[in-house]
């Protein structure tokens, strides 16, 4: 039978099927961190049981960390407190653990393809949303709750019904300025937040095979912002390259005998999926949001909307608008905005510092801006210092903070102040996301990098 | 975490007629600090019940007498965004055990019937009718009858049936949860991983 590659993986891992219910599926690698791992482990100590399989699980400190002075003790006393009970977890467990200050440190969906936890054809589940980032592997995975956490913990499963399936394809060239930020952002704002609900997307087509591994995980990241469980691209040579030699990839002959099976994950051709979708890639433009979720997008030189054009809805869609201070019609060009934020699982690589760097150059952040530039990890951190982009960045009056989740959800204090206007290359601009009252507006590193030093929205292909 | 049986709930309603509600609004990140499932309940829709002073919002449903109950309705899409299942925590800690909306986010649905809260899907008509039969008497009941999988009006006699599979249907009607399912097929999970080398 022709299968797609979602099914390749997925049947792989069942363990078993449950008649009229979910199935139970094998997890070959599990990420964690201190925010939604604690009552798991606490379910455990309850029932009396340990992790199964420590060796299956990575745990790291990320979204309540500080990006200011890491060597120094935490101030609030609740994140110091959730850090201490992670390592104290993964000590007492036997997990491996890099926690604040550890050179491997960063964000969970940053560091596991960065170390080669990540790779083709496993199934990889972590407490938060954006787990979907690791698809780019040709990996299955997706977030979970924290239930589903214990589960793992204790028995390297979850169940879970399977998903339907969902193929996006994206044929041709994508013009000048326009990212993976961009692709992702303007399939979101065609297909709603909520038009892959209950659907794992295989990404296909000319624009995601010329994509980078970073554009890759950009784009599979954001799968969850239009309701996916996840979402997948086949495996190829620029795969492949990315992960050999990384900590935890297969070595000699098992990388020989791995590389043989990865070859084979890829959608037969003829392979049915429960819908098809295609977009041109010469359609996209730049994008940026002008809304309350990732779904009220459009081009950057394009109108808000006018509430004619939305199908139903029209009083959650002006609660939105009212919520930014927005007016349907309206063109985004030129509005003032306050906070820059560069950074988060889906913009925090070293290829978004590089797009940064590239309009900021030879120009100066605007005084009416705070910039807050967080890399991804240490190591983006370290080649962002070796590739000279923090000279550059220096010279344009910004400064690079240190790792970690940051302003994408505001846990530790890099929170925008209520009613200022955030240019963030994050991934949710929910009310007060960044903070309370906070006003996100979603972008690209460019366009974020545009802002950052005219002080208002800027077209970057006006730039360059 | 154990939780409640579900089998039948009648219940007065609290409505929420706003689409894509996601899971910053039910419980906003920096309420995630605790390391115990305590106290989520009073961070409920924490930045839409209160000002930044903690003054309460005076028209927001949860802050009106009026509408008061153990079923939470909400818009089409309802909680969207971050898998954290302290959302689904702060609605069942509230008092809430049961959410209507028109369609769910994955994750939240999954999260809700993993800590007892019964995620009730119905056709946007029948949500419309719903919402307006609460505005029109705020004390009105809807009855979930889980072991038929039926919603309805009685004092209206309208009804209509939610899905559930029977698996999870089991579980809610008795309090089981997935992971005493798990350690119970221990073996063939410790088989299958041997298959399955890191």
Known sequence: MKTTLFDKVWDSHVVSKITNGPEVLFIDRHLIHEVTSPVAFLGLKNRGIKVLYPERTFATADHNTPTINQHLPVLDALSANQLKVLEENSNEHGILYWGLGHEKNGIVHVVGPEYGITQPGATIVCGDSHTSTHGAFGAIAFGIGTSEVEMVLSTQCVMQPKPKKMRITINGTLSKAVTPKDVALYIISKLSTAGATGYFVEYSGEVFLNMSMEGRMTVCNLSIEMGARGGIIAPDNKTFEYIKDREFTPKGDKWEKAMNYWKTLKTDSNAVFDKEISFEGSDITPMITYGTNPGMGMGISNEIPKVEDQKSASKSYFKSLDYMNYDEGESMIGKKIDFVFLGSCTNGRIEDFRDFAKIIKGRKKADNVTAWLVPGSHKVEKAIKAEGILDTLEDSGFQLREPGCSACLAMNDDKIPKGKYAVSTSNRNFEGRQGPGSRTILASPLVAAAAAVTGMITDPRTLF | ?198
């Not at chain 2, 965004?81 to 689904?88: D, F, I, L, T, V």
């Not at chain 2, 029109?136 to 889980?146: H, M």
């Open chain 2, 1 to 198: 975490m154990a939780y409640d049986k579900f089998r039948i709930l009648k219940s007065s309603c609290v409505p929420l007629p706003i689409e894509n509600i996601d899971t910053d609004q039910i419980i906003p990140a920096r309420f995630l600090k605790a390391i115990e499932r305590k106290g989520f309940g009073d961070n409920l829709f924490r930045d839409w019940k209160y000002n930044l002073d903690n003054t309460p919002k005076k028209d927001f449903v949860l802050n009106n007498p009026l509408y008061k109950g153990e079923i939470l309705v909400g818009g089409k899409n309802f909680g969207s965004g971050s898998s954290r299942e302290h959302a689904a925590w702060s609605v069942y800690d509230y008092g809430f055990r049961c959410v209507i909306s028109s369609f769910f986010a994955d994750i939240f649905r999954a999260n809700c019937l993993n800590v007892g809260v019964l995620p009730v899907q119905v056709s946007e008509d029948f949500l419309n009718v719903i919402f307006e039969n609460i505005y029109n008497n705020p004390s009105i009941e809807i009855l979930i009858d889980l072991p038929n999988q039926l919603v309805s009006i009685p004092e209206l006699k309208l009804s209509e049936s939610f899905d559930i599979n029977d698996y999870k249907k089991n579980n809610m009607l008795n309090g089981y949860d997935d992971i005493d399912y798990l350690i119970n097929m221990k073996k063939s999970i410790t088989d299958f991983a041997n298959t399955t080398p890191l």
